[in-house]
């Protein structure tokens, strides 16, 4: 199972790096929206809950973008029933899915989190860097899943491009909550980790809860 | 079917509504620092733990549609959920009502309760609109069944992440008189809490037995018209306009 | 005529599919044996495309018998995917990558090796086109494809929907002996013409909105009233 997932993720990815049009999107969108931060909030330089509350709702809303695209190839394009037609166990098709996502996330990050320190971070952005490192792997695997199976569920309905930020948006706010709370220390003061712990803890519990979740629904999505 | 014992259910509700609401009035005691308004606590907690309740239901019984493949999960589900959200509304109202009038402020964000079910209550508010999106039938059902455990498996963890997040800041606002309450309080919220239930049982009940009875009606007249319609084209005479003949769902 | 195998490979008995309160198939009931054709005729919604839908694995019977090559459909519908091979309405290739890269892709699904791939392309005749993305392709080189992923890997059942549609004579004439009676596989084939789908069929099947009109020997003049 985990070859055929590679296989699909490997054709996203070749899709991906052909049309260009997920990754950069979600990094041009990204910076602006840092942009719009500046104007709206009217700072030049972020420190604390604020500098870490404009990293977490950017890179959430980011995520919308590509949770947007994720399934239409397949369904614009007919791929839906080549998938359903080979001998594959279909766990792998929302692995392959999630996995993409999760890639997307990693690429867009690389650009949006320099960026942040960049335009728009007070503090340093190198010294809490190893620690906000494993938040956002840990926060990109349960927004890969979650976005995975969303996107599934809501290729088929007709207001699609609606639908997918009302039903992500909710569903991602404990990992806003997590997210924004344990990079506040690390954007203020001596900006050591402060109660890592618990909100290591809760995105753990959250990645698992929802992978395990969407890996049992995920066919019934498929199927007709 | 489903209509079954709900003569009873229904004066059950009525009959603990009632004694709820005298015990309320008459028997819980008056808070020393809110006052009479905080006697809104006995019906927005056992509103909030119902309909939470119920959603978790709404997620189980998608859960035993999709193995089954049943429809009648489905609308069990579908009544229970929106129930809930009909509910989550009330609990939102009689929250900011509560705050109100102790705070001062028609919202606070301290109250981790509340603040759980505005984020519970706008993940659900997208289930009727996804659901009839949707134009099969099957797949519809299919699909609102893995949005119910979907979001079922997210109320806790929801509220799991409010929680953390509120743990050092202020002592929870609306609380009263910290852990424990004294009997008589203890009482009254209880039956207000077993009232509300029944109330909830009931109305989903009722809802149930009268979607089924026109599911069937229409389900009667749709065969009718095809069967009208089949006449037709096999041969001559025009068949009678299906609206005069009169159908009535059969007693279940 | 050829001659019918010793046993069916597809069955079907009372087969039933609704949409909502609609049927969109009933009572449909047909078997189908080795190297034989069945030809699905019938006017426009009638079912055709849902029935060949079925027998694909791609749809659930809602109630009925459904055996293909062995496997009883939904339950076992796990058994009889990776052994049909579908050419539908959509050629379910991937519009930005190239003819090759899709066969790849499908042959990797189907575990099939990559050798086979330029096997196919060459016998649809596409070697020239076969790295150049689809979305530059004409629908007559994309139906070819489509046929060539259909068989990466050698079906015994062939399902076809339409496969000659928008397709010049020359064309037809190279997938002819893949997917044409001369290739001698069990073939399922929808088709709008009535001559000459009669022609290739050793069995008829007729829908009439969703429900089963005439099964047998093909009968032209019969088929023709199918579209009154």
Redesign the interface.
């Known amino acids: 199972m985990i070859g ?1 997932a590679w ?2 993720l490997r ?1 996203d990815l ?2 991906e790096l ?2 260009k049009e997920s990754v950069p999107a979600m990094a041009l969108f990204s910076v602006t929206v840092f942009v719009l931060f500046h104007f709206g909030l009217q700072r030049n330089e972020l420190e604390g809950d604020l500098a870490s509350g404009v990293l977490w709702v950017t890179l959430i809303l980011a995520t919308v973008l590509a949770v947007n695209r994720l399934f239409v ?1 397949e369904r614009e ?3 839906i ?8 166990d279909r766990t792998a098709v929302f692995i392959a899915k999630a996995g993409a996502l999760f890639l997307y996330l990693v690429l867009l990050e690389l650009v949006a989190v320099p960026a942040f320190g960049i335009l728009l971070l007070g503090p340093d952005l190198f010294k809490p860097l190893p620690v906000l490192i494993l938040l956002l792997v840990l926060a990109d695997i349960g927004l890969a899943s ?1 976005g995975a ?1 969303v996107s599934a ?2 290729v ?4 699609r491009d609606l ?1 997918v930020p ?2 992500l ?3 991602l ?2 990992v806003a ?2 997210g924004a ?1 344990a990079t506040e220390p690390l954007f203020s003061g001596n900006q050591s980790p402060h109660e890592l712990g ?2 290591v803890g ?1 995105l753990g ?2 990645d698992m ?2 992978l395990l ?2 890996i049992a ?1 995920f066919d ?2 498929l ?2 | 079917m489903y209509g079954k014992g709900l003569r009873t259910l229904s004066i059950a509700s009525a009959a603990s509504l009632g004694t709820a609401l005298g015990l309320v009035f008459f028997y819980a005691p008056l808070d020393a620092d809110q006052g009479f308004i905080q006697k809104i606590f006995y019906i927005h907690v056992p509103l909030a733990i119902v309909t939470l309740f119920g959603f978790i239901a709404g997620g189980l019984m998608a859960i035993k549609y ?1 193995r089954s493949g049943d429809r009648s999960w489905d609308m069990r589900s579908y009544v229970a959920i929106h129930l809930s959200i009909v509910l989550a509304v009330a609990v939102l109202i009689t929250g900011a009502i509560w705050a109100k009038a102790s705070w001062g402020h028609w919202w606070v964000w301290d109250e981790p309760t509340l603040v759980s079910f505005l ?2 209550f ?2 659900y ?2 289930y009727q ?2 659901r009839f ?2 134009e099969d039938p ?2 519809q059902a ?2 609102a ?3 119910a ?3 079922g ?2 109320v806790p ?2 509220f ?3 929680r ?2 509120q743990a050092f800041s202020h002592p929870r606002v609306l609380s009263t008189t910290g852990g424990d309450m004294p009997g008589s309080m203890r009482l009254t919220f209880l039956v207000s809490v077993l009232a509300i239930a029944l109330l909830y049982v009931t109305l989903w009940k009722l809802e149930l037995t009268s979607k089924n009875a026109s599911h069937q009606l229409k389900r009667l007249r749709q065969r009718l018209e095809l069967e009208a319609e089949e006449r037709q084209t096999r041969g001559g005479a025009p068949a009678p306009p299906v609206s005069t003949v009169p159908a009535s769902p059969r007693e279940t | 005529m050829s001659e019918p195998g010793p046993a069916p490979l597809i069955e079907v008995d009372g087969l039933e599919r609704r949409y909502g309160e609609r049927a969109a198939l009933s009572g449909v009931s047909f078997q189908l044996g080795e190297r034989q054709t069945l030809g699905l005729f019938g006017p426009n919604g009638a079912g055709k495309s849902t029935l060949l839908r079925v027998l ?5 019977p809602h109630a009925g018998a459904v055996r293909v090559l062995g496997a009883s459909l939904p339950d076992e519908s ?1 058994k009889a ?2 052994k ?1 091979g ?1 050419v ?1 309405h ?8 190239s003819g090759r ?1 899709n066969l790849v ?2 042959a ?4 099939v090796a990559e050798a086979r791939v330029d096997e196919l392309i060459e016998a649809v005749g596409m070697q020239r086109r076969a790295r150049d ?1 689809v979305r530059e392709l004409s629908r007559g080189m994309v139906q070819r494809l489509s046929a060539a ?1 259909a068989l990466l890997h050698d079906p015994p059942l062939l399902l076809l929907d339409e496969p000659y549609s928008g397709l010049d004579p020359a064309a037809r004439e190279l997938l002819d002996p893949l997917i044409g009676k001369p290739s001698g596989r069990t073939r399922v084939l929808v088709s709008h013409d009535v001559e000459g789908g009669a022609a290739e069929s050793d069995l008829a099947l007729g829908l009439r909105a969703g429900k089963q009109q005439h099964f047998g020997k093909p009968d032209p003049a019969a088929l023709r009233g199918l579209y009154q």
Do not use: M
């Open positions: 055929t296989t699909i054709k070749q899709i052909r049309t190839t394009q007919g791929g029933d080549g998938l359903l037609l080979a001998p594959i979650v199976l569920l809501a088929e309905t007709r207001a639908i009302l039903l948006l909710p569903l706010v404990p909550i997590a709370e618990k909100w809760l519990l959250y809860v929802f979740v969407s629904v019934f999505l199927e007709d | 999709l984020i519970i706008l993940l508010c997208c609109p996804l999106s949707i099957e797949r299919r699909y069944a893995v949005f455990i979907i979001a498996a997210f963890l929801n799991i992440a409010v953390l997040a | 694909a694995t791609l749809l659930r796990w995917r990776g049909v579908y539908g959509e050629p379910l290739l991937y519009r930005e990558l890269e892709f499908h990797r699904l189907h575990r993305p992923r």
